[in-house]
C-alpha cells in the first residue's frame, strides 16, 4: 500500500501525523467485521516501532493476522503525506480505507479465499495478474474504496482520487502495486458483493458472473 507515497515523500520536514493506538484500530475492526464476513478472532493488534517507511503492516497466516501499527517517524510522514488530500475533515474516511485494505490482506489468509477471488476478480477484469502481491492489493484497494462508499459516503469521492492517483502516480515504480486500471465503480462494487454480509452475490458463485 505505501511504497508509491514513500517515493513521493518530499523530505524529512514532512510532518508526522498522528497514527491510531490499538484501540482504535481494534473498533475499526469490529466496524468492518458488521460490514464484511471476516474472521476476526484471528486477528491481533499490535503497536510496533519498526525500522519501515509503511504506516501499517499486515503479517498473515492460516492461523492469525497480525496488524501493525508502525509508530517509527518515517511512517508517520508516510502516513502525513497520504491524509494531504486538500480536504478538511476526511481523515477518519482514509482510516476507514487504509485498515479495510489491511484487513482484505488478512481475510485472504483464511483457507481457501484467496484463490476464489483471485479466479473470480480476474474473469471480472479479464486480466491475469502478476503474481498474488498485485492480486491482493488490487483486491485490497477495491474493498478499502466500497468500505468508505458505504460507512462515509461523503468522503469517498475524496478518498477515491486520492488512492487512484497514488497508484496512477507510482505505477511504473512500483507495477506490482498498480491498481489503477481496476479503480472503477463498476469493479468496486463487484469486490464489495464477493464479501458483503448483506448483498447476494457470494465468493463462491462470483467466477461464474
Known amino acids: 500500500m505505501w511504497n508509491g507515497l514513500f517515493f513521493g515523500l ?17 473498533e475499526e475492526i469490529a466496524q468492518f467485521a458488521q460490514v464484511y464476513a471476516i ?10 516501532t519498526m525500522n519501515n517507511p509503511s504506516p501499517f503492516l499486515t503479517n498473515s497466516g492460516i492461523k492469525a493476522c497480525v496488524l501493525h501499527v508502525n509508530q517509527h517517524a518515517d511512517a ?11 480536504h478538511d475533515g476526511a481523515e477518519p474516511a482514509f482510516l476507514a480505507f487504509t485498515s479495510a485494505h489491511e484487513l482484505t490482506h488478512c481475510l485472504m489468509s483464511e483457507k481457501g479465499k ?31 474504496l ?7 459516503p ?17 505505477s511504473k515504480r512500483d507495477p506490482e502495486h498498480d491498481s489503477s486500471r481496476a479503480l472503477n465503480t463498476h469493479t468496486i462494487a463487484f469486490a464489495d458483493q464477493m464479501f458483503s454480509k448483506t448483498d447476494t452475490l457470494r465468493l463462491a458463485d462470483a467466477g461464474s458472473r
Open 76 to 86: 508517520k510522514r508516510v502516513w502525513s503525506h497520504f491524509l494531504d488530500s486538500g
Open 114 to 144: 484467496r484463490v476464489a477471488a483471485k479466479q473470480a476478480l480476474q474473469e471480472h477484469l479479464g486480466v491475469q495478474f502478476k503474481n498474488n502481491v498485485h492480486f491482493e492489493e488490487t483486491l485490497a484497494d477495491l474493498v478499502g
Open 154 to 170: 461523503e468522503h469517498f469521492e475524496v478518498v477515491y482520487q486520492r488512492v487512484k492517483a497514488i497508484r496512477t502516480d507510482f
Open 10 to 26: 518530499v523530505s524529512l520536514f514532512t510532518p508526522q501525523a498522528s497514527l491510531p493506538d490499538t484501540a482504535a484500530m481494534k
Open 146 to 152: 466500497a468500505y468508505v462508499q458505504k460507512v462515509m
Open 39 to 48: 474472521d476476526t478472532d484471528r486477528i491481533h493488534v499490535r503497536e510496533s
